[in-house]
């Protein structure tokens, strides 16, 4: 069994929409999954890309996938690498392809000499609480996380 990480590239778009919509099911959302070919393209594939993709192959089939970008922190004065998503197709997890994305990750966060390397997990998610802190991953629990979408995010922005 030979696990692979690769980047992302255009030819990709398919199977990063497939693994969304698997992430969707997974996490009970799956009403919550806008993207589209189009989107993937302007964000992941733009010119300059703000969001960067990996593909996880085992033996040259796609199982899973990250998307991730670059935050800062004032307070380390460095940026972070932030995971906004992982995911492996259940029929293969358990097989080490989670920990070869997280260890690519986590390269890429030491060779871009990132502070952080920082993501979010439901917090009924105990099969990936539970992994995550076998790496030694620690919870955050003293923040909180808010967001602003839809028409809250409009509002605001038309307050300007």
Same mark, same amino acid.
């Given at each position: 069994?030979?696990?692979?990480?690769? *980047? %992302?590239? #255009?030819?990709? =778009?398919? *199977?990063?929409?497939?693994?969304?919509?698997?992430?969707?099911?997974?996490?009970?959302?799956?009403?919550?999954? #806008? +993207? *589209? $070919?189009?989107?993937? &393209?302007? *964000?992941?594939? %733009?010119? =300059? $890309?703000?969001?960067?993709?990996?593909?996880?192959?085992?033996?040259?089939? %796609?199982?899973?996938?990250?998307?991730?970008?670059?935050?800062?922190?004032? !307070?380390?004065?460095? &940026?972070? @690498?932030?995971?906004?998503? @992982?995911?492996?197709?259940?029929?293969?997890?358990?097989?080490?392809?989670?920990?070869?994305?997280?260890?690519? @990750?986590?390269?890429? %966060?030491?060779?871009?000499?990132?502070?952080?390397?920082? !993501?979010?997990?439901?917090?009924?998610?105990? $099969? +990936?609480?539970?992994?995550?802190?076998?790496?030694?991953?620690? $919870?955050?629990?003293? !923040?909180?996380?808010?967001?602003?979408?839809?028409?809250?995010? =409009? +509002?605001?922005?038309?307050? +300007?």
């Amino acid at each position: 069994m030979s696990i692979k990480i690769r *980047t %992302a590239v #255009k030819a990709d =778009t398919d *199977t990063i929409l497939h693994f969304i919509k698997e992430l969707a099911i997974y996490e009970k959302a799956e009403h919550e999954a #806008k +993207a *589209t $070919p189009e989107h993937i &393209h302007n *964000t992941l594939f %733009a010119e =300059t $890309p703000k969001v960067h993709g990996l593909i996880c192959e085992q033996d040259g089939t %796609a199982v899973g996938f990250a998307i991730y970008f670059y935050s800062y922190s004032t !307070w380390q004065g460095q &940026h972070g @690498l932030y995971l906004e998503d @992982l995911y492996v197709s259940p029929d293969f997890r358990g097989q080490g392809a989670g920990k070869k994305l997280l260890t690519h @990750l986590a390269a890429i %966060a030491v060779e871009n000499n990132c502070g952080r390397f920082e !993501w979010s997990v439901l917090d009924w998610n105990k $099969p +990936a609480i539970d992994f995550y802190e076998s790496l030694n991953a620690k $919870p955050q629990g003293e !923040w909180i996380r808010y967001r602003l979408d839809g028409a809250a995010l =409009t +509002a605001l922005a038309n307050q +300007a």
